[in-house]
């Protein structure tokens, strides 16, 4: 059995000042604390969490980073700024599905 949570996310993007220059939008504290509570989240190495995000009719496979003082933040792919016209400074409103599998799936 699948199960999601989503929410929507509106924020500034900002570019990371190290090494690639990403593009990101942090998470608010609300935000961050439902995917740090959500107990079946994908997570990877270092705190990431597995996500699908959508903006304007782009849809795209991702992680959320964490980030100092426990918020989240997303990364705005090149194509997907290219794509959705989106410029360093814009605010955009970013929709985040967190997906899982249950633990234990309904028997056939």
Avoid: C
């Avoid at 949570?5 to 593009?23: A, I």
């Amino acid at each position: 059995m699948k199960e999601e949570t989503s929410f929507t996310v509106k924020g500034k993007v900002w570019q990371y000042s190290g090494p690639g220059g990403w593009h990101f939008v942090n998470l608010n504290r609300r935000d961050s604390e439902l995917v740090r509570q959500w107990p079946l989240a994908k997570t990877v190495a270092w705190g990431y969490v597995r996500v699908k995000a959508s903006v304007g009719h782009t849809t795209w496979d991702t992680t959320l980073f964490p980030g100092k003082g426990g918020i989240y933040m997303i990364a705005i792919k090149a194509a997907v700024r290219k794509k959705e016209n989106i410029q360093l400074g814009d605010v955009v409103q970013i929709k985040i599905g967190l997906e899982s599998l249950a633990l234990f799936p309904a028997k056939k």
